[in-house]
DNA sequence: AATGAATGAGAATTCATTCAT
DNA sequence: AATGAATGAATTCTCATTCAT
């Protein structure tokens, strides 16, 4: 535990790092020296902890999410109600802290490199399931069993658009009207299909 | 340049092979010796039409986009209503033809380069301009002014949404499921606000 | 005749094309491509003419070389004494319509290139040798026999010396200027040694 | 980058190879491999201690005036009067170490490359400023104010014009009969225009 | 653990030159 | 005669990765 102790810090710092500066340079232009730069320690040394350049850029992914899927937790854990919890996962995931564009730029850097890193997809096929896991399990509570899945996916497919267009850096966008166009998706599609209303 | 028969065909040719490397081979992979290789012409023809893979790539994202709309296009001169109008642009967006993973991998991969290519980018934002602007000349009809905007946005998102998804091939995505998603959540969101419901 | 006429008129063209490309772009930049578009040519018109690259620049050198020794070639024939010839010789390689950096840029571009081209440094012999005997002939009359040989060279190596200055660039020489030094060395020179004086 | 023994030592390496293949290759024929093979190293590791292949040049261009420069001094330090260090510079230039053909065609490859790289334009102005000065100080003494500019520029002109001469290759030059030119040269410039002797 | 020297593979690009039209 | 399409060789430069210290 102590030995890895120093070697953890590192680790940290240097997948920061890694994800500091795709957040400027993009996958291509993030070379281990600029990494190894940000971090303050020598080209050498990133290899010495990382397997290869793909392995830090794995782990940044996963250090990246870490923290939004820690903020969606603790939302969850105040949530109440199955719609506060839908509320509660759709906010984490504009979270002024993240929703930001250098973080989603070096987001979508990263799910470019998804299909020809299996390991990274591996990390994104996680990502999305617990997504998904989180919203079907409030889902269950405010529709009918068949229309959990569809809504869950549309709700967390309609974030990552979003998200797409923030990192595509296009066009503006706020957390805040970012966030109250899914929640207001959520609840039309929550709704829709209510009694006294025809379904479709 | 001028604009002989020939000219234009290899030109065409070239951008077909750079964007069908792309489907397989990610932006990285696509050197201009694999595009040319599949075009089954020299290395340097393709710099001799294309002044340098940046520019290669522009020309294959408008390409690429330019078959999908005009497939838009079609369909909205068959249609009717302004409701028809929006079912037609999810429905183009969703073509068989077009939203396979291979095309998806590489709008993908174009996608993040385009916040270092700002050629790409002017391309990105042209596209996504003509899909708000179809979308909000429809939903003008439809639903109050101040309520245009958010929904076109809405809409437009979450099918970006959903190709990221494709793209990322992590799931399994078939054209009819997504687009039934997409004209759902499109009803559900045109729907919500209307006299006699409650609107948000 | 009539056949080769147009035929001379384009290497004319060329060649001055060439001598100018060489005088913007030095050796490493002038392409055939842009020699052809300065002469408003197509780039395979070039070697249509020349058969190689190396052939044009050698007859760009003579081409600029010749302007230069019929202009000291008319000023020998006005001078009366072998002391004018001399100032005319020198006068010649200062002419204001040639002393420019441009030129000196062009024809230090081509020095460097003789070292390589056979033909070329065949070219830059003629050109000293028509210089050293010029001066000759005229030195032969003013001082003694064994002087000749040494002022000569050391007459056209200063010259030499001037022009390259004047194709560095990196100071300024006016031709007036430039000639002065020289016809006041020449004069040096030539009357060191003669009775009267201490020789050395 | 840190000054190790070993940098340093390397990076002389490197820059005699650059000049060494400078002389027998041309500009255009010292491609990085060469150098590298030169120096008995791998392609990558030259561009590891220079940025670019113009940086390396700019380098040995400095190192290769160095060491004359460092000739010169010494002979300064030797000569008692004006006349002595006149002639110390002149001899300086002229040993027999470095007139040498392949030396003068090193030299003057990097002289053509001067007027599209401006730090070797620096550079090549610091050598002349160099040159021009130990010259003036010691005229200072010897002739009337406005003569030791004249004077100071065509001591240093004639000098380059036998390098450039030697350089060509067109014809053979030994460097003891160069220096006696220019010893010759300064002496007849420097006694014109004194008293008992009509100047011009 | 840490450094940075060294390697070598690979990629974009440039151009002279050839050739079909 | 003239064009410009096509080729392919050559070169610079970038980087991940390995290794000696």
Redesign the pocket.
């Known amino acids: 535990m102590k030995?890895t102790s120093?070697?953890t810090l590192?680790r940290t710092e240097l997948r920061r790092a890694a994800f500091a500066v795709l957040q400027t340079e993009g996958v291509?232009?993030?070379?281990?020296?600029?990494v190894?730069a940000h971090a303050g320690?020598?080209?050498?040394?990133?290899?010495?902890?990382f397997?290869?350049?793909?392995e830090l850029f794995e782990h940044a992914m996963r250090e990246a999410n870490k923290e939004l899927a820690e903020d969606v937790a603790a939302r969850l854990k105040k949530a109440r109600t199955a719609s506060e919890r839908i509320e509660a996962i759709i906010a984490g995931n504009f979270d002024g802290r993240f929703f930001k564009p250098p973080m989603a730029h070096a987001w979508l850097q990263l799910c470019a490199e998804v299909p020809r890193d299996p390991q990274l997809a591996r990390i994104q096929r996680v990502i999305h399931a617990r997504m998904h896991s989180n919203l079907s399990n409030a889902l269950r509570e405010l529709v009918e069993s068949d229309r959990v899945q569809p809504i869950a996916l549309s709700i967390s497919a309609f974030i990552d658009g979003l998200w797409l267009r923030l990192g595509l850096g296009t066009q503006t966008l706020v957390p805040e009207e970012a966030e109250a166009l899914v929640q207001q998706f959520a609840r039309a599609l929550i709704d829709t299909g209510k009694p006294g209303r025809p379904g479709n």
Chains 1, 2, 3, 4 share one sequence.
């Open positions: 030995l120093i070697n590192r291509a232009g993030a070379t281990l020296e600029k190894a320690a020598s080209k050498g040394i990133v290899l010495h902890y397997k290869n350049k793909q």
